[in-house]
């Protein structure tokens, strides 16, 4: 399986500051996700990006991904106390069946 | 609105039991997944389906089952054969194959007492 990783494991900072959060992985992929998972509760989907993309925004996310490198990052600007969450990438195969594996996250707290 | 409607929220189940977690989506998605999540790991696929009375083995099938009977429902057991239930499951859907975004349900805690 193409597991992305994100990395670092646990960002923590004061609110109104920058959070970045990387993702890295092995093999050719179609395109990228990131999702939101706050404590207890399910998935939220971010943003996608595709292989053919270099950078994406969604208000105040701006999503890079550099396939020569093979890693994504995620840049969470202004951040608030309500982005504390657990962020995680999904990357899906080239080709055939496209089922997303997911790395362990980043655990960010943005503290008031 | 539409979404998937994962119940109950929290489950417990005896040693040597069967227990069935519900997936309902009404997104008319043709893709439906079952995930495992331990504290502080990622998610794990379990099983999935692609079209309805189809489904395959994700990496951690060993102790578990499901159907798909219906394009809306695909609910997953826990059977007495997986020897570490306890973690939290999340089902997710996809309009289809390639590249569409996840939409998520909320999760069920599984509890072994």
């Known amino acids: 399986s193409q597991q992305g990783e994100e990395d670092p494991q646990a960002l923590s900072i004061q609110e109104g500051e920058n959070a970045t959060m990387n993702c890295s992985y092995k093999?050719?992929?179609?395109?990228l996700q990131w999702y939101r998972q706050n404590s207890g509760r399910g998935l939220v989907h971010l943003i996608l990006i595709r292989s053919n993309e270099r950078e994406k925004h969604s208000g105040r996310l701006r999503v890079t991904l550099d396939t020569s490198k093979k890693s994504s990052s995620l840049l969470i600007t202004a951040s608030r106390a309500a982005d504390t969450a657990s962020y995680f990438c999904?990357?899906?195969?080239?080709?055939?069946?496209?089922?997303?594996?997911f790395g362990r996250g980043t655990s960010l707290i943005v503290h008031p | 609105d539409g979404g998937i409607t994962q119940s109950p929220k929290y489950l417990f189940r005896k040693e040597g039991q069967n227990v069935t977690l519900s997936c309902e989506q009404n997104l008319n998605h043709d893709a439906m997944y079952w995930y495992r999540q331990d504290p502080g790991q990622g998610l794990r696929l379990i099983y999935y389906?692609?079209?309805?009375?189809?489904?395959q083995k994700g990496d951690i099938a060993e102790g578990y089952s499901v159907s798909r009977e219906k394009k809306e429902s695909f609910p997953l057991t826990v059977t007495s054969a997986q020897k570490n239930p306890t973690a939290f499951y999340l089902c997710a859907s996809t309009p289809g194959q390639g590249g569409y975004g996840y939409t998520f349900g909320s999760g069920t805690r599984l509890t072994v007492v």
């Open positions: 093999t050719s992929i179609n395109n």
């Open positions: 389906s692609q079209i309805v009375n189809d489904f």
């Open positions: 999904a990357t899906g195969r080239s080709g055939g069946s496209y089922i997303p594996t």
